[in-house]
Each structure stands twice: as structure tokens, then as C-alpha cells.
């Protein structure tokens, strides 16, 4: 059996346990999803309100409703709780145990997420496949060309917000204020990243940093290519863009990682 073949099965019995573990704890799952569709919601609402008098920009309100359903589906497919794992078991030493198993820390996370991530999308694309034949806002192209780019930006901007969490949460090896850090670039992402706004609506200085900055790459440009704001040229620049940050989170994931081993020793356990 090839390292593949192995490491896929150490997968599939990893997400066997998680599978189990969310179906444990459905009640919690199922408010948790409930809460998140809260806040794009109370956004679309306000947008919908300052743009009753005509559109705003090139955006209408089918376009904001578009938008922030994209929004909903974008950050739920993105949504990632790393950083307050970790800081749990490096609080309490329970980290240790994890060190001792034949696979990386980091498996036994991503494969959590990857349930979670793949309970959620079939949820959403059932939702969406519903609401197909009763509300025209939803009908986006189908042709494959489409899907193709607007899968892989997805995925994209799924791994990148996920790798960028995990390195945030590796802070914890070198500071127990990590979680101050990690709600202070969230807090920025909530501005920049097209949760609020869409990106073409921001001041242009704003949009000049943000295009510096991976938080536009992990929410409002999968958004706008799900709703066709963008297309040809940028489109295939944004993808580059995206490819470039997750390469950069890898690696960072692994310096970080194999200096904060260096570091670390259990406070409790």
C-alpha cells in the first residue's frame, strides 16, 4: 500500500469519527448553522433598504440578494474554528496526546473540518437546487466552463481561510494572547473581505490594500465570480492570486509548526 493509499484511509477513519461526533451533537450543529445565516442576512437587509431608491453602483437588489447569498455559502463552506481549539488544548495539555499518534495534529483537525465542510455544502446546494425553479435571483450559468472556475475559487478561498486560521492558532506556541490577535484580524476581515460590502463599493484606497491582503481572496472573489462581477481576464489572474496564498499558508503552517514544537510544554492534562 502506497503513503497515499495509507493516509487515505487514516482519512476516512478519521471523518468516520467525526461523522459520528456531529451526529452526536446535532442540536448544537444545527443552531450553529442557524446562527450563522444571521448575519449576511441583517446585511442583505440593510443594503436592500439604502438601495430601494435604484441601484447602487452596478449593483440592483437582485444583484445584493445574489451577493449575499453567495456570502452565506462562501463563509459557511470557509467556516473554521482552529484557533479556539487550539488554544484549549494547549491551555489544558491535551495537545500532548494528539503528539503521540502516528499522524499529524493537523490530519486529525483538517478531517473534522472536512465533515463539517461536506455536511454543510450538501445542505446549501440542496437548499439552493430547491429554490432553482421558484426564485429567478438564484439561477446562476451552468455551463461547465463556469462551474469549473467557480468550484476552483471556491476550494481556493476554503483552504486559504482555513490554512490561514491554523497558522493563526500556531501563535499560541509563542503568545497566550493569540485569541486578541485572532479577533483583531477577523475584525479586519470583516471590513475587507466583502461580508459587509461588496468589494466594488468600498473606497479605492481600501480596495488597493485589500488586493495586498488575503482576506478579499477568501470571500468577495469567489462572491463575485459566483455572481459574474467579474470574468475573462481577472478571473484567471484572481485564481493565480489565490494559488499564491495557499502556497503561502503551507508553507507557513510548516515553519511555524516545526518551531513551535520547539517551544512547547503543557501547562495542564
Known amino acids: 500500500m502506497s503513503a497515499a493509499q495509507r493516509m487515505f484511509c487514516v482519512y476516512v477513519r478519521m471523518m468516520k469519527v467525526h461523522w459520528a461526533i456531529l451526529l452526536e451533537y446535532r442540536g448544537d450543529t444545527f443552531f450553529y448553522m442557524l446562527g450563522s445565516v444571521i448575519s449576511p442576512l441583517v446585511t442583505l437587509a440593510v ?39 487550539l488554544e484549549e488544548r494547549m491551555r489544558d495539555g491535551s495537545l500532548s496526546n494528539y503528539l503521540l499518534r502516528p499522524s499529524a495534529y493537523f490530519h486529525w483537525r483538517f478531517a473534522e473540518n472536512l465533515v463539517y465542510k461536506l455536511f454543510y455544502g450538501v445542505l446549501m446546494v440542496a437548499a439552493w437546487a430547491l429554490c432553482w425553479p421558484f426564485f429567478e435571483v438564484v439561477r446562476i450559468p451552468l455551463e461547465p466552463g463556469f462551474l469549473a472556475v467557480f468550484c476552483s475559487s471556491v476550494l481556493l478561498a476554503v483552504m486559504i481561510r482555513y490554512m490561514m486560521g491554523f497558522c493563526l492558532s500556531l501563535l499560541a506556541f509563542w503568545t497566550t494572547r493569540m485569541m486578541a490577535i485572532f479577533n483583531l484580524v477577523m ?83
Open 47 to 85: 443594503w436592500l433598504t439604502i438601495s430601494e431608491n435604484g441601484a447602487i453602483g452596478s449593483y440592483s437588489q437582485q444583484d445584493f440578494i445574489l451577493y449575499f447569498l453567495a456570502v452565506l455559502f462562501v463563509s459557511r463552506l470557509a467556516a473554521h474554528w482552529e484557533p479556539w481549539e
Open 187 to 269: 475584525l479586519a476581515d470583516q471590513f475587507i473581505s466583502g461580508r459587509i460590502a461588496p468589494y466594488a463599493l468600498l473606497p479605492e484606497w481600501v480596495q488597493q490594500v485589500s488586493s495586498y491582503l488575503p482576506f478579499y481572496w477568501t470571500m468577495g472573489f469567489p462572491v463575485d465570480v459566483i455572481t459574474g462581477k467579474i470574468s475573462g481576464g481577472d478571473v484567471w489572474f484572481g485564481l493565480g492570486v489565490q494559488a499564491f496564498w495557499q502556497v503561502l499558508f503551507i508553507v507557513l503552517y510548516f515553519w511555524m509548526w516545526n518551531r513551535g514544537m520547539k517551544k512547547y510544554s503543557a501547562v495542564g492534562g
